[in-house]
């Protein structure tokens, strides 16, 4: 069937879910997850390795069934309608999923056969040209590096001009440049109105998304702005630098209010939730200290370690 997106419905909550479960070979992993996107939004899905994303994602778009829950994406029954989401849904597969042995444009021209896009020649032709493929539309696709892989693969789930991008770890595996590059381009279309839930375990990516979730051992942790989840942690971070780190390291991971500590460099990051406690420790170590905001990495570790004991 055409995709036409001006035939869908008009959304403020692009994605809303609630309860949804899944397990395999009876081992849980999404546990009673609630979610929601709203249109425009860059919103930033984070958590560990086999934390949970990727199975969410593959609910969202209709390739993965709940066992229990309800939910919508795009207006669209989530178990009901999956075959209609994904007629609208742009999906970005954590490994490279188009074919090594054909061309740039033939692995276009052959997706957008596959969404039976209207005027497909000017689709494609569109397509290299907006994401500067077009020195590289007759090269094969296997040939190409990581970074031009990923923005191959950007403009087929681009192709059919969905209002939903699902980006799995879209920057797994490239060079600084090209995820800076990546993001410059998400950015882009979020300006145009195109909703994306990135899927990353990269703090620093994490910080360009307009809100965020966590998500750890199958179970929402929190969600809100980068900001109010680092005023909603009560987490209290001091740096320190100075002479034997690595042995100072140690003796503060037994102290009494230190919950983490973490090296950076040549300096520590040390927090914990009881900010008198804390301070009594970095006042008794002879370092140079300063205490800082807590970085969503900081909060991050502290909200893992807690759901670990859980």
């Avoid at 069934?65 to 207006?75: I, R, V």
């Avoid at 020649?121 to 500067?132: H, P, Q, R």
């Avoid at 590096?145 to 799995?168: E, F, N, T, V, Y």
């Avoid at 994306?196 to 998500?215: F, G, K, N, P, W």
């Amino acid at each position: 069937m055409p995709t036409n997106p001006t035939h869908m419905p008009h959304l403020t909550s692009i994605i809303e879910v609630k309860g949804i479960n899944k397990s395999f070979d009876d081992k849980p992993a999404v546990i009673d997850l609630n979610l929601r996107v709203k249109e425009g939004e860059i919103f930033g899905f984070l958590g560990p390795n086999g934390s949970g994303k990727t199975t969410t994602i593959r609910m969202l778009c209709g390739l993965l069934t709940p066992d229990s829950g309800t939910g919508t994406c795009l207006g669209y029954d989530i178990v009901k309608e999956s075959e209609k989401i994904k007629q609208h849904v742009g999906y970005m597969t954590q490994r490279f999923s188009l074919y090594d042995d054909l061309t740039v444009e033939e692995n276009l021209d052959f997706i957008a056969r596959l969404y039976h896009v209207k005027h497909r020649k000017e689709a494609v032709a569109k397509s290299i040209e907006e994401l500067g493929l077009q020195h590289r539309k007759n090269q094969l696709a296997g040939t190409l590096s990581g970074g031009w892989k990923q923005r191959l693969a950007l403009s087929g789930a681009l192709i059919h001009q969905p209002k939903l991008l699902l980006l799995d770890e879209p920057t797994a595996g490239v060079d600084p440049a090209a995820r800076r590059d990546f993001w410059d381009q998400v950015h882009a279309l979020s300006a145009k109105g195109t909703t994306s839930l990135v899927s990353t375990h990269y703090m620093d990516e994490a910080e360009r998304c307009t809100r965020l979730a966590y998500i750890a051992y199958g179970k929402l942790l929190t969600e809100g702005s980068a900001e109010e989840i680092i005023a909603s942690s009560g987490l209290t971070t001091w740096t320190l630098s100075g002479k034997n780190i690595n042995d100072i390291a140690i003796k503060l991971k037994s102290m009494p209010g230190v919950g983490q500590v973490v090296s950076f460099g040549n300096t520590l990051h040390v927090s914990g939730q009881d900010p008198e406690k804390l301070k009594q420790c970095i006042d008794s170590i002879s370092l140079t200290s300063k205490k800082i905001e807590p970085s969503l990495e900081d909060v991050f570790i502290t909200m893992v370690r807690k759901a670990k004991t859980q």
